[in-house]
């Protein structure tokens, strides 16, 4: 194990490796990320995968429409499959103030160039025949919408990741922090000790485990 890093990650969940990637897609180098078991082994592993883009904050609709489109390009990217897969929403509306919400987000989701389209009833029974549509005056149709697999998404990530030069070490349990007088952490492991700039807690499960050795 190297003993300087600019900076370490601890967790091996899909946030901490996505900061990974994103940080070396970047151009940061001395990344390391320490994980205490394997890759997703804490709350990643119970994560749905859904992939919504019906959000009523424009910035979160951004987000969301930029994950799906990296899901699918770190396939090709990393040639790690993500599990990805599109296939479309739809919500309801069975009043006028849920139509006029849905007519709200159409025309913001058109300033981001994200796929947003209101129907009515007969359009909702021709993409989900099974639909009882008593009472339903109108429809939110997301066809960008998906869901992925978590666990693939995040080796994804992480080969990504150390493709682009940073290090992940599995069963690598931290075992204590500390901060010297220059800021700089001391980040000791069962399997040594490593110098950082920064420290990211991405421990999800383990966060406040993981804070409260940093006091």
């Given amino acids: 194990m190297q003993s300087h890093a600019r900076l370490v990650v ?24 320490l994980e205490r078991n394997e890759l997703t082994a804490g709350s990643t592993w119970h994560a749905a995968g859904n ?30 499959p993500t599990g990805f897969h599109r296939c479309g929403s739809i919500r ?6 849920r139509l006029d919400q849905f007519r709200h987000l159409e025309g913001q989701s058109k300033a981001i160039d994200l796929a947003f389209e209101v129907i009515g009833p007969n359009e ?12 339903v005056i109108a429809g939110a149709w997301t066809p960008q919408d998906g869901y992925t697999d978590p666990s693939s998404t995040t080796q994804a990530l992480a080969k990504g990741a150390r ?34 700039e920064i420290v990211v807690n991405a421990a999800g499960t383990w966060a406040r485990e993981v804070g409260a050795m940093a006091g």
């Fill in 92 to 97: 309801i509306a069975q009043d006028r103030d």
């Fill in 163 to 196: 493709d682009l030069g940073a290090v992940i070490h599995r069963r690598t349990r931290v075992t204590s922090l500390r901060q010297k007088p220059d800021r700089h952490w001391i980040v000791e492991t069962e399997d040594g000790t490593i110098e950082a």
């Fill in 10 to 33: 601890i967790g091996g969940g899909i946030a901490g490796c996505s900061l990974l990637y994103h940080l070396a897609k970047l151009g940061w180098r001395d990344l390391v990320l």
């Fill in 51 to 80: 992939t919504p883009h019906f959000e009523t904050s424009l910035n979160m609709s951004r987000i969301q429409k930029y994950g799906t489109e990296l899901y699918q390009r770190l396939e090709a990217e990393t040639g790690q």
């Fill in 124 to 135: 909702i029974r021709s993409l989900y025949p099974l639909m009882e549509l008593d009472g």
